[in-house]
C-alpha cells in the first residue's frame, strides 16, 4: 500500500538554525498537510497546501514558517530560525480530495538544543 | 476552548473486553476522523465518518450528527490493540482543504 514517507526520522538543531523537514506524499494525492505534536500534548494543525498554495494555515504558522512544494514529489517544511518551544513531532499528510481520509507519515521528531 | 472532546482519557481493560472510546464536538463538522497512534508516534487512519456507521474488522465506529458525538469501539479486544486512539474533525468552515481539529486522544492499555 502506498504511503507518505517523512525525513529525517529525528533532527537534532541548535537554536537559532534553520531546519527543512521533508515529506513524500502519496503520488495521486492532491492535498497536503503539516500538523505537529508537542510531547504529551495533542496534534495541531499547521497548514494545508492545495494547486501549490497554501490553502488554510494556523495560528501556529507565523512567518517563521514556509511550505514549498519544490518538484512533483516533495513537500517540504521549513522553520527559519528554530527556537526551543518548536521542538516536537512534525506530521506530514495527504489525501486525494478533501472529504477522504489523510494518510500520514510516521513523523520527525525535530529537538532543537 | 475545547472544540473536541474524548473520554476516557486513560483505559486499562482486559485481554477480550468490549471496549468503547466516545468524542464529542461542539462545532459543526463536515467529517471526523479515528486515528490511532503508537507508541512509537506514527499515526494510522482507521476511519472517516459524516454519518451512520463504518465497520473494519474488529473496530466499529457510528456517530450521530444531531447529538455531535461519535464513538470507537473495540471488540474482542487484543494487547495489540494498545496505543492511543484519537478523534479528530474537519470544521464545517466553507471549504478549502482545511486541517483537522483533534481531540487529545485516549491511551488505551489491553492487558493479557
Known amino acids: 500500500e502506498p504511503e507518505v514517507t517523512q525525513t529525517p526520522s529525528h533532527q537534532v538543531t541548535q537554536m537559532g538554525q534553520e531546519v527543512i523537514l521533508r515529506c513524500v506524499p502519496i503520488?495521486?494525492?492532491?492535498?497536503f498537510y503539516w500538523y505537529r505534536q508537542i510531547l504529551g500534548q495533542k496534534v495541531e494543525f499547521l497548514v494545508s497546501?492545495?494547486?501549490?498554495?497554501?490553502?488554510?494555515k494556523s495560528e501556529i504558522f507565523d512567518d517563521q514558517f514556509s511550505v514549498e512544494r519544490p518538484d512533483g514529489s516533495n513537500f517540504t517544511l521549513k522553520i527559519r530560525s528554530t527556537k526551543l518551544e518548536d521542538s516536537a513531532m512534525y506530521f506530514c499528510?495527504?489525501?486525494?480530495?478533501?472529504?477522504?481520509?489523510?494518510?500520514f507519515g510516521d513523523g520527525t521528531r525535530l529537538s532543537i538544543l | 476552548k475545547n472544540e473536541v472532546e474524548q473520554s476516557p482519557q486513560n483505559l486499562t481493560a482486559q485481554e477480550g473486553e468490549f471496549i468503547t472510546i466516545n468524542c464529542s464536538y461542539s462545532?459543526?463538522?463536515?467529517?471526523l476522523h479515528w486515528l490511532q497512534q503508537h507508541p512509537g508516534g506514527g499515526i494510522v487512519s482507521l476511519f472517516m465518518?459524516?454519518?451512520g456507521k463504518k465497520k473494519h474488522g474488529r473496530l466499529i465506529a457510528t456517530i450521530n450528527i444531531q447529538e455531535k458525538h461519535s464513538s470507537l469501539h473495540i471488540t474482542a479486544s487484543h494487547p495489540r490493540d494498545s496505543a492511543v486512539y484519537i478523534c479528530?474533525?474537519?470544521?464545517?468552515?466553507?471549504?478549502?482543504?482545511?486541517?483537522?481539529?483533534f481531540g487529545k486522544g485516549t491511551h488505551l492499555i489491553i492487558q493479557p
Open positions: 497546501f492545495y494547486n501549490n498554495e497554501i490553502s488554510e
Open positions: 479528530a474533525v474537519r470544521l464545517l468552515s466553507g471549504g478549502g482543504a482545511d486541517g483537522l481539529t
Open positions: 465518518l459524516s454519518s
Open positions: 503520488s495521486n494525492h492532491l492535498y
Open positions: 499528510a495527504s489525501s486525494s480530495r478533501v472529504l477522504q481520509p489523510q494518510h
Open positions: 462545532v459543526g463538522i463536515s467529517a
